[in-house]
């Protein structure tokens, strides 16, 4: 609860700018699969039960199996009892749901299925129409591919073949269409550049609209809220008053069953390519000139723009890499080694923990360390960025205290316990002495419900705003950097120090290193040979 007096001020609400979701034919590409289930249709139920959802928006599923219109509404339903957040689950609630729901069967590249899809849109397929009852569809499409990322220029073409592109524009009466990407895009700078060509020769770019989902999460929202809508933060937000920015994302889960997507991949192109440069971007831009998308991913691009093209040598002394050995689950059970995870091989040095410290060439943060930090298999799971404010001058306090003086840091707090904290100095009563202090604001204080990423995002693409999804250029960009990294962690030999790109070993459950530091008093990649344990603290000397 906040202080009645808080309580009672205005709120402004910026809604009415917003466009609002429309109603669409909502196509789901890998319909089956995990990421439809757990995520897509879940958050499309708990847009639904918050009337959030445009009357007449219909289901499409578009996947392999087979299955009739019931048997999949049954699935799509466990998984909505199962996943869907707000609320209790309602019988009488997913019945109305459910009459939006269809099936379309189809291989991914089977021309076919487009056609057949195409005519569903125009209104010309008897099954569908059966199916309906009189009804009629919408004339928007959004299709959205929850497939593995080998599909997502394929489905495109087929999508443009089948005349349901927008390169070429929209034909007379049609209405709009959308391409939802979601992640891994591309594996490398490269592949993301081809598969951006690609799409584009599918879809107008306005009309492509790529994931990250950590653009969906309230409190990565609630950065540009903090920055641009408070007077105290602005004025001190550059290097004058900043000493050091660190953002970190740590899990405690390993890589689970992802191995054959994983181990091709590693933690800085999982992670850092995407959430953690967005977390960057977000928090070191400059004000844009206004809230339209565009406006707002220009200003990131500057960022990603502004970060010098580092020689490998460079990059290796600025980066760090480390591989979870066995250890504790955190639960009190034993994780197994990362090289004896299903589909990882016995010798992978892929990453399962990446850091890198940057500066931004540019003249509001030029000189402050930056550092990027991630990992899975630690002993806490917790996102977060902090702002650490140099020390007072030294004088008065800061000349007595020295370092015992602890420098005001505001963290961001994206989860699991999402806030803003703020320390402070502030004296210990009845002493002459000095304690930091913290003053904490957390979201569950003030909302019952925190909407999930996706439910944003897919309620953002269906009203046609961009801003929180990835312009191509974006990717471009973050991809120049992660090259440059991956470039320089190909050339060094995983048994080298940790400074000269070698793979630290650490033991699963691991706390979480300060800042990224993850320091090698473990053994390294040769050293463990096949073993797989480290029990050396692997934050030592860090
Ligand atoms: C995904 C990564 O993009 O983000 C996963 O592929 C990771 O490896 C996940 O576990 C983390 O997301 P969140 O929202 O749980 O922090």
Redesign the pocket.
């Known amino acids: 609860m906040l202080n009645e007096s808080v309580e009672r001020l205005p709120i402004c609400n910026l809604e009415d700018r917003a466009l609002s979701p429309e109603p669409a034919v909502f196509v789901v590409f890998g319909a089956t699969g995990d990421l439809a289930h757990r995520k897509i249709f879940p958050a499309l139920y708990d847009l639904f039960a918050g009337g959030l959802l445009p009357e007449g928006l219909a289901i499409v599923g578009f996947a392999r199996r087979p299955y009739a219109d019931e048997a999949f509404r049954d699935e799509v339903k466990t998984s909505c009892a199962a996943f869907a957040r707000r609320g209790s689950f309602s019988d009488k609630g997913w019945k109305r749901f459910a009459e939006r729901i269809f099936y379309l069967r189809s291989d991914l590249d089977d021309p076919e299925g487009y056609r057949r899809l195409a005519s569903v849109m125009a209104g010309t397929d008897e099954a569908m129409n059966a199916a309906l009852g009189g009804r009629r569809l919408p004339s928007n499409a959004l299709f959205y591919l929850a497939v593995g990322p080998a599909y997502f220029g394929s489905i495109a073409e087929r999508l443009r073949e089948a005349g349901l592109g927008t390169a070429e524009g929209a034909g007379p009466g049609e209405g709009w269409r959308r391409l939802v990407v979601e992640?891994?895009y591309g594996h490398d700078g490269a592949s993301a550049k081809a598969l951006t060509a690609t799409l584009q020769g599918a879809f107008a770019e306005k009309d492509i609209y790529r994931i990250d989902?950590?653009l969906g999460?309230e409190t990565v929202q609630n950065l540009l809220y903090l920055r641009f809508a408070n007077a105290v933060f602005e004025p001190v937000w550059n290097r004058n008053h900043i000493e050091s920015i660190d953002i970190s994302?740590y899990?405690t889960?390993g890589?689970g069953e992802?191995g054959g997507y994983?181990d091709a991949a590693g933690a800085a192109r999982?992670?850092m390519q995407?959430?953690l440069v967005q977390l960057m971007c977000l928090t070191t831009m400059e004000p844009p000139a206004s809230l339209d998308p565009e406006s707002i991913r220009d200003e990131k691009v500057k960022v990603l723009r502004s970060i010098d093209a580092y020689s490998p040598e460079e990059f290796l002394r600025r980066a760090r890499r480390g591989q979870y050995a066995r250890g504790s689950d955190g639960a009190g059970g034993t994780r197994r080694a990362y090289r004896e995870e299903s589909r990882v091989g016995p010798g992978s040095t892929t990453e399962t923990f990446a850091s890198l410290r940057l500066e931004l060439d540019n003249w509001r943060f030029s000189g402050v360390p930056i550092t990027l930090s991630t990992g899975?298999a630690f002993a806490e799971r917790f996102?977060q960025i902090v702002i650490r404010f140099r020390r007072p001058p030294a004088a008065l306090f800061a000349a007595r205290c020295g370092d015992a003086l602890a420098s005001n840091e505001l963290t961001i707090r994206i989860?699991p316990d999402e806030g803003v904290w703020l320390r402070f100095n502030a004296k210990v009563p009845g002493l002459a002495a000095i304690k930091p202090s913290e003053l904490r604001f957390s979201y569950r204080q003030v909302a019952d419900y925190l909407p999930e990423?996706y439910e944003r995002l897919i309620a953002d693409a269906l009203a046609g705003d961009s801003t929180l999804f990835i312009r191509a250029d974006e990717s471009e960009y973050a991809w120049r950097v992660l090259d440059g990294l991956e470039k320089a962690w190909a050339s060094a030999d995983p048994e080298d120090s940790p400074e000269r790109g070698g793979l630290i070993l650490y033991p699963a459950g691991s706390p979480v290193p300060m800042s990224g530091a993850l320091e090698a008093a473990a053994p390294r990649a040769a050293a463990a040979s096949a073993a797989t344990s480290a029990t050396a603290d692997p934050t030592a000397g860090a």
Request: cysteine-free.
């Open positions: 992640k891994p989902h950590y999460k994302v899990e889960e890589i992802r994983y999982d992670m995407n959430h899975k996102s989860q990423a």
